[in-house]
């Protein structure tokens, strides 16, 4: 099965400065990767996603890159806030194995990174 | 934020109690699992529904017991669970079958169980 590793544990950068997380997977057939931020508390929310067939995705302050060939994938902050703070998950979606388990889709997650935005 | 609810928020049961948590998803999604989220632990995916048949079961312990009655509903039926079974179990749901963005699992708020 899939393996999803995801580093570093725990983050603290300085108000303003940028944030980068890294997660590398197993399964070369993977192709669909989401990043869930999880407030204290609360659930788990998905904040961007990137797709097998793209490299790089943007959205506002937030970007996520794709290597397909290393098997790794990253989360970039910058500008980071206070409300950036969070525990931070990766996953990697695995294709059903057959047309008939078509829509069984499988998310495997890493361990999550503990971001600390220091004021 | 009211997509996914699930109930209670918070329960406390002994070893030898039956309880049982609830689900309810308000997207038109037709599939539907149960995740297990300990401490310092990455997400366990539990089962797996898809149109209210069960696709997936990761070697969960018999004492969990999922019921998907339709698309909408999941519960997960806990008895004689043990202390270590205390943790936060998340439901989510997402469209099927596959299809740009259809993957994308959407969370409950959880319940946070713990286990004397």
């Known amino acids: 099965g899939e393996n999803v590793e995801q580093h570093p544990s725990t983050l603290s950068v300085q108000e303003g400065d940028s944030a980068v997380i890294k997660c590398t997977y197993s399964?070369?057939?993977?192709?669909?990767f989401p990043w869930y931020k999880q407030e204290l508390g609360k659930r788990p929310q998905l904040i961007i996603d990137?797709?097998?067939?793209?490299g790089e995705k943007k959205d506002q302050r937030i970007a996520v890159t794709l290597n397909k060939t290393a098997k790794h994938f990253s989360l970039h902050i910058t500008e980071t806030q206070p409300e950036d703070s969070a525990v931070y998950f990766c996953a990697a979606c695995q294709p059903p194995k057959t047309i008939s388990n078509f829509g069984n889709e499988k998310l495997t997650f890493g361990t999550g990174t503990r971001l600390t935005i220091i004021p | 934020e009211t997509g996914v609810t699930q109930t209670p928020r918070h329960l406390v049961m002994g070893m030898t109690n039956k309880k049982s948590l609830k689900c309810e998803q308000h997207?038109?999604?037709?599939?539907m699992y149960w995740y297990k989220q300990s401490a310092k632990k990455p997400l366990e995916l539990m089962f797996v529904?898809?149109?209210?048949?069960?696709?997936e079961n990761n070697s969960v312990p018999s004492r969990f017991s999922p019921e998907c009655p339709n698309s909408s509903h999941l519960f997960l039926h806990l008895h004689t669970l043990q202390p270590e079974d205390s943790a936060l179990y998340l439901c989510?749901?997402?469209?099927?079958?596959?299809?740009?963005?259809?993957?994308?699992?959407?969370f409950g708020p959880g319940t946070r169980l713990l286990v004397l």
């Open positions: 997207l038109g999604h037709n599939a």
């Open positions: 989510a749901s997402s469209q099927a079958p596959g299809g740009r963005g259809q993957e994308t699992q959407y």
């Open positions: 399964d070369s057939a993977s192709n669909y």
């Open positions: 529904y898809n149109f209210k048949e069960q696709t």
């Open positions: 990137i797709r097998s067939n793209v």
